[in-house]
C-alpha cells in the first residue's frame, strides 16, 4: 500500500515563507509524476504543481514564481517551498503520487496565510 505524509504547513503571515514535505513509501521513479494540489473551504482541489521523474515542472499561474516543486530521490520526497505567501494560498494542501493513471493521496497539511 502505497503512503504518502505531508508536513510542513502551518500559520504564518503575509509575505512569509514555508517549506512542506511529502514522503513517499515507495521509490519516487515507480511513479508518472508527483504533485500538490490544494483545496480551500468550500471549493474543489486545485492543482498547485506538478513534477516528473525528468524533473519537468508545471505551475497553476497563481503560484508561478512564489512556489517551487523539488524532488529528493534518494530520500522518496517531494517539497514544495512556498515564497511570497497571499492570505488566499490558506488551504489544506494535499501531495499526490500518480501510477498508471491511478492517484495515491496523503492526508493533507494546513496552511494558513494571515493578512
Known amino acids: 500500500q502505497v503512503q504518502l505524509v505531508e508536513s510542513g504547513g502551518g500559520l504564518v503571515q503575509a509575505g512569509g515563507s514555508l517549506r512542506l514535505s511529502c514522503a513517499v513509501s515507495?521509490?519516487?521513479?515507480?511513479?508518472?509524476?508527483m504533485g500538490w494540489y490544494r483545496q480551500a473551504p468550500g471549493k474543489q482541489r486545485d492543482l498547485v504543481a506538478t513534477?516528473?521523474?525528468?524533473?519537468?515542472?508545471n505551475y497553476d499561474d497563481s503560484v508561478k514564481g512564489r512556489f517551487t516543486i523539488s524532488r529528493d530521490n534518494a530520500k522518496n520526497t517531494v517539497y514544495l517551498q512556498m515564497n511570497s505567501l497571499k492570505p488566499e494560498d490558506t488551504a489544506i494542501y494535499y501531495c499526490?503520487?500518480?501510477?498508471?493513471?491511478?492517484?495515491?493521496w496523503g492526508q493533507g497539511t494546513q496552511v494558513t496565510v494571515s493578512s
Open positions: 499526490r503520487a500518480t501510477r498508471f493513471s491511478y492517484n495515491y
Open positions: 515507495e521509490s519516487l521513479f515507480s511513479f508518472d509524476f
Open positions: 513534477v516528473t521523474s525528468f524533473d519537468t515542472t
